[in-house]
């Protein structure tokens, strides 16, 4: 059974950074995608970065420059590095993991992934 959780939210001031950490178990990340969304309220679900199984990563625009998705193999971690946050960056952030390869063009969509964590809260204040 497929486990994801997340850590690492919280409050921060326009500017600053957060990281953002997902742990997955029982998942095998072989040819497979994994990604960060995030959800404002009232809004919908968004892609906001994502990670394949071989290394290539997308971004949405929104966030190029700024945030960086990384993982870690040997401990099953998927991470969000945010960098000169803005309120606009405010929203619940979830971790999310692919049944299979997703192509380019799929990799920001919410209904190409199989697997959620419940989410880690992060807000930006001015």
């Known amino acids: 059974q497929v486990q994801l959780v997340e850590s690492g939210g919280g409050s921060v001031q326009v500017g600053g950074s957060l990281k953002l950490s997902c742990v997955a178990s029982?998942?095998?990340?072989?040819?497979?995608?994994m990604a960060w969304f995030r959800q404002a309220p009232g809004k919908e679900r968004e892609g906001v970065a994502s990670?394949?199984?071989?290394?290539?990563?997308t971004y949405a625009d929104s966030v190029k420059g700024r945030f960086t998705i990384s993982r870690d193999n040997d401990v099953n971690f998927l991470y969000l590095k945010m960098n000169s946050l803005k309120p606009e960056d405010t929203a619940m952030y979830y971790c999310?993991?692919?049944?299979?390869?997703?192509?380019?063009?799929?990799?920001?969509?919410?209904?190409?992934?199989?697997?959620w964590g419940q989410g880690t809260q992060v807000t930006v204040s001015s």
């Open positions: 990670i394949c199984s071989d290394v290539t990563t």
């Open positions: 029982g998942y095998i990340y072989s040819r497979r995608c």
């Open positions: 999310a993991a692919s049944d299979g390869y997703l192509w380019f063009e799929d990799r920001l969509s919410p209904h190409r992934y199989k697997y």
